[in-house]
């Protein structure tokens, strides 16, 4: 069975930084693209970051790219999300997620149990 481990969350401040993990296990980690989604207090999920299975393409949303970097250790079975220059409206759950295919994201088959993130002053 997938299982995916998120961690590293916490309170941070405005401009702050903080790096996210995600430990894989349950499937061949190499063979798929990742996400990370979050969710906000009140409100729906929301896609953040996706990167192929070899972590040499990747993508962002609007909202975050250029602050945030997804990255992925297959040798560790280890998902990343660096987050940079962190905003108040950065606070969410952050979601660890597996998509169904190599490439291919926006279809995510698997969530871990989240980590919170909140900046805050």
């Known amino acids: 069975e997938v299982q995916l481990v998120e961690s590293g969350g916490g309170l941070v401040q405005p401009g702050g930084s903080l790096r996210l993990s995600c430990a894989a296990s349950g499937f061949t980690f190499s063979t798929y693209a990742m996400s990370w989604v979050r969710q906000a207090p009140g409100k729906g999920l929301e896609w953040v970051s996706s990167?192929?299975?070899?972590?040499?393409?990747?993508s962002y949303s609007d909202s975050v790219k250029d602050r945030f970097t997804i990255s992925r250790d297959n040798a560790k079975n280890t998902l990343y999300l660096q987050m940079n220059s962190l905003k108040p409206e950065d606070t969410a759950t952050y979601y660890c997620a597996k998509e169904q295919y190599t490439w291919f994201v926006g279809f995510q088959d698997s969530w871990g149990q989240g980590t919170q993130v909140t900046v805050s002053s």
């Open positions: 990167t192929n299975n070899d972590g040499d393409t990747t």
